[in-house]
Nanobody, 115 residues
């Protein structure tokens, strides 16, 4: 059974940092893309950052220069280092992994940034 377990969310003040981690288990086929999405109340889920198997990354304009995504292919883990957090980064953050024929989501972890 595939499981994505996220950790690292919490409450911080603006300007501080958080590191989100996601560990995927139960996956025996190669993961092509690993990503973080976020969704605030009343908004659509949006892509924050993704990284392909070769390490090529993609970021939302709103987080470029502040967030860094990385992955460990051997351990099937993905992390999101979030620096200089802003109140508008407050959301539930979801881990996402894409295989050739399937996509999986974590349950989400809350990130709250106070002004």
């Amino acid at each position: 059974q595939v499981q994505l377990v996220e950790s690292g969310g919490g409450l911080v003040q603006a300007g501080e940092s958080l590191r989100l981690s996601c560990a995927a288990s139960g996956i025996i086929l190669p993961i092509s893309t690993m990503a973080w999405y976020r969704q605030a109340p009343g908004t659509e889920r949006e892509l924050v950052a993704d990284i392909d198997r070769s390490g090529i990354t993609n970021y939302a304009d709103s987080v470029k220069g502040r967030f860094t995504i990385s992955r460990n292919n051997a351990k099937n883990t993905v992390t999101l280092q979030m620096n200089r957090l802003k109140p508008e980064d407050t959301s539930v953050y979801y881990c996402n992994v894409k295989l050739r024929l399937a996509t999986y989501w974590g349950r989400g972890t809350q990130v709250t940034v106070s002004a």
